[in-house]
């Protein structure tokens, strides 16, 4: 089966640095996602992870351990448009694409 | 700026009756996807579609579904006889050849009573 697990809610201060995990264990993995999703929209893509390391993207970076069936999705200088919530998605499917859906973070950045 | 749109932005339909959920993908794009979003609950992926024909297909998409591309800007994705549970938020979303960035319409939500 397929298991992606993601904190709940996390709570974060304007202009500081959040992480945001996600553990994954899954039947194979052919690369991980990130989307943003504020509240009544739809997700936005963030980043795809498929090599061990870390990718950086502006104020947002994505790591990834294959190993570990872990990432992460580092926010820098919090604004507080960043309040949405982080999806974690996995496609575990090598040569197709059948991605399996964390349930969502939902992070609040207040003043 | 390019974009998913869809319609219509709002669906209330009655239990047993089809309903067709329509997506224009951004114009260059060759691959797209439905997925849903049950109120409250994760994003599910649906149904991948290229070249005119279903790519990959998860179990929610059983026989109750099916997807089209009548024309050259039209993706559409038909529930035959639609049942409570399948009130959700259905998104479409397109990507081209490179990457894996995909972009997602503003949704349908559909409810049925």
């Known amino acids: 089966g397929q298991n992606i697990d993601q904190p709940t809610e996390m709570t974060a201060t304007e202009g500081a640095i959040v992480q945001i995990n996600c553990t994954y264990q899954?039947?194979?993995?052919?690369?991980l996602f990130w989307y943003q999703q504020h509240a009544g929209e739809a997700p936005t893509f963030l980043s795809y992870?498929?090599?061990?390391g870390l990718e950086e993207k502006g104020r947002f970076s994505s790591f990834l351990s294959r190993s570990k069936g872990y990432s992460y999705l580092l926010l820098k200088e919090l604004q507080m448009k960043d309040s949405a919530s982080y999806l974690c998605?996995?496609?575990?499917?090598?040569?197709?694409?059948?991605?399996?859906f964390g349930r969502g973070t939902s992070l609040i950045v207040h003043p | 700026e390019p974009e998913v749109t869809q319609t219509p932005s709002h669906q209330v339909t009655q239990m047993g009756q089809e309903v067709i959920l329509r997506c224009v993908p951004i114009?260059?794009?060759?691959?797209f996807y439905w997925y849903r979003q049950i109120l409250g609950q994760k994003v599910e992926f649906l149904v991948s579609?290229?070249?005119?024909?279903?790519?990959?297909k998860s179990e929610i998409f059983d026989d109750q579904f099916s997807v089209e591309r009548p024309d050259g800007s039209n993706f559409t994705l038909k529930i035959r006889s639609t049942k409570l549970e399948d009130s959700a938020m259905y998104f479409c979303?397109?990507?081209?050849?490179?990457?894996?960035?995909?972009?997602f319409g503003p949704g349908t939500r559909l409810t049925v009573l």
């Open positions: 998605a996995v496609n575990p499917t090598g040569g197709s694409y059948i991605p399996t």
């Open positions: 579609f290229y070249n005119n024909e279903i790519s990959e």
């Open positions: 114009s260059n794009h060759l691959y």
């Open positions: 979303a397109s990507n081209g050849l490179a990457g894996n960035e995909q972009f």
């Open positions: 899954t039947s194979g993995f052919n690369g």
């Open positions: 992870n498929v090599l061990d």
